[in-house]
């Protein structure tokens, strides 16, 4: 670890003092901002020349230039993760908050303003409601999914195998996990391209979004409303007749929360391990070749480009130590997860393959550790690998260098893979089993026809947790 220089008032020791504190509150607006330029237009070089400076624990500035930690060892971020006891993730103890100073439209809301799911929650409440959660998605048939997978890959590649060329990003990746979550909730097969569509429109954030978001929302309630009288097999019916008792609000609630951010966090694994796939020689050769297979190479996206770059939340219990950096009670800490697994502590040599390896921390740990891991790499495994299976001869039809990326504070992803592969018509063989009676039908409120528009390459894509914040 370098020595600290900090350019801004120190405290006497040599290192920034925490934000918040009265030494440290003249130089509070030079702290590095976690939304700002030089973060978005490289964040793994932002997170090294914060870790060289302050250590495996940086202060930094969220919008508004509020104050918080961000995370960056792995060891560090590991303590955060899993003492709950010190850490909480009940965001109404940021002072902020309780003073008032995070304004109502800030971008901040969506992702850390307290709502009554389990991931704000601790304790026995929060056993109450992420049990339902996990109980419910251990009930999911992984080889059902696996089914599902193949299904909706063949019908998308069958929407442009012909031409010889697509965009494997906007024709496929942001649209398979969707058709398969609403398989997994027990949705009937049309509402699949309906969800689809109106994801797609929050995270754009067009004029139609708050549109979107109603219709999503108000297909929940009614896929509740029918399931509370004709449970199935699936996750919503799991979830509905859980012995927690969750009430049809906080059934809605859990069911939107993974719907939208297993959707965006599966559709990132699966951008970004094409992207490697096509762009990276070494990978493909090695993939190709039989000496890494294809769950090798999910886990080392895992590794190098998580879904989620940063997750906040957590808030400080009292005042402690992290990193050797004084931590406030309330204070807002930010896991960095993509910070976390280059962290030089664990891994030395970033060209060394980490084949087997799980100890990433794309998936968090802990408490709060994803429930839907196993569930997120199962649809990306098979959707890549049936993609590659139905697309022989596929290659990028633009320089890797040119493709661009939508980057937030929370996550990269690649916007666009324009490919070409020898034209090919794909049988697609359609299920015969009856589609479910119970569920709702598509509402006749659906969202402008503007939503079902595809979006145009290179145009902007809103942050995908604007979506988590209800339409008001």
């Known amino acids: 670890m370098s020595t600290l220089r900090p350019e801004h008032p120190s405290d006497g020791d040599g290192r920034v003092p925490p934000p918040g504190c009265p030494a440290h509150a003249r130089g509070a607006s030079d702290l590095p901002r976690l939304y ?13 020349r914060l870790r060289a400076r302050y250590g495996p624990v940086a202060p930094v500035l969220l919008h508004g230039d509020l104050p918080a930690w961000l ?3 792995h060891r560090e971020n590991l303590e955060v993760m899993r003492k709950s006891s010190s850490f909480s993730r009940d965001s109404r103890r940021w002072p902020p908050f309780q003073e008032g100073r995070v304004a109502p439209d800030s971008p901040l809301n969506p992702l850390i303003g307290w709502q009554p799911i389990c991931v704000f929650a601790d304790g026995a409440e929060h056993e109450r409601l992420r049990g339902a959660v996990t109980d419910s998605m251990a009930q999911v048939d992984r080889r059902g999914i696996r089914r599902y997978v193949v299904r ?3 019908q998308l590649v069958e929407a442009f195998a012909l031409s010889g060329q697509a965009d494997l990003v906007v024709q496929y990746a942001e649209k398979l996990p969707m058709l398969v979550m609403c398989q997994i909730m027990g949705m009937p097969d049309r509402y699949g391209p309906h969800l689809v569509s109106a994801c797609l429109d929050l995270m754009k954030g067009s004029p139609t979004a708050f549109a979107s978001n109603e219709f999503l929302v108000d297909t929940l309630r009614e896929l509740v409303r029918q399931k509370r009288v004709a449970p199935g097999r699936d996750f919503a019916s799991w979830l509905i007749g859980h012995s927690s008792q969750l009430t049809d609000d906080e059934v809605l609630e859990h069911l939107r929360l993974v719907l939208v951010a297993a959707n965006e966090t599966t559709v990132n694994l699966i951008a970004n391990t094409l992207r ?31 879904p989620l770059s940063v997750v906040p939340g957590r808030w400080a219990t009292g ?11 309330g204070d807002l800490l930010l896991l960095g997860l993509a910070a976390g697994n280059v962290d030089p502590e664990i891994r030395s040599d970033l060209t060394v393959p980490v084949h087997g390896n799980r100890s ?7 408490p709060h550790e994803c429930p839907g891991r196993d569930i997120g790499r199962a649809i990306a495994e098979a959707g890549i690998d049936t ?25 990269t992803r690649v916007d666009s893979l324009p490919v070409r592969f020898p034209p090919r018509r794909v049988s697609v063989r359609y299920s015969t089993e009856p589609e ?10 659906a969202p402008d026809a503007r939503l079902h528009t595809p979006r145009p390459t290179g145009a902007a894509r809103r942050p995908w947790w604007k979506s988590l914040l209800k339409g008001r």
């Open 276 to 306: 490697m796939v096509l762009t990276d020689p070494r990978f493909r050769a090695n993939l190709a070749g039989g000496h890494m297979t294809l769950p090798d190479a999910l886990e080392q996206v895992l590794w190098d480009a998580p």
């Open 152 to 154: 909706h890959t063949k």
């Open 36 to 48: 700002g330029p030089e973060a978005l237009q490289d964040p793994a070089a932002f997170y090294e």
């Open 436 to 445: 479910t009676a119970v569920g709702p039908s598509v509402p006749a409120f």
């Open 387 to 411: 993609l590659l299976s139905e697309l022989p001869g596929l290659e990028l039809r633009a320089p890797a260098e040119e493709l661009s990326q939508s980057t937030s504070w929370v996550s």
């Open 360 to 366: 990433h921390l794309a998936f968090s740990s802990g």
């Open 71 to 73: 995370v960056l060892g």
């Open 319 to 329: 005042d402690t130590v992290l990193g050797d950096q004084q931590i406030r009670q």
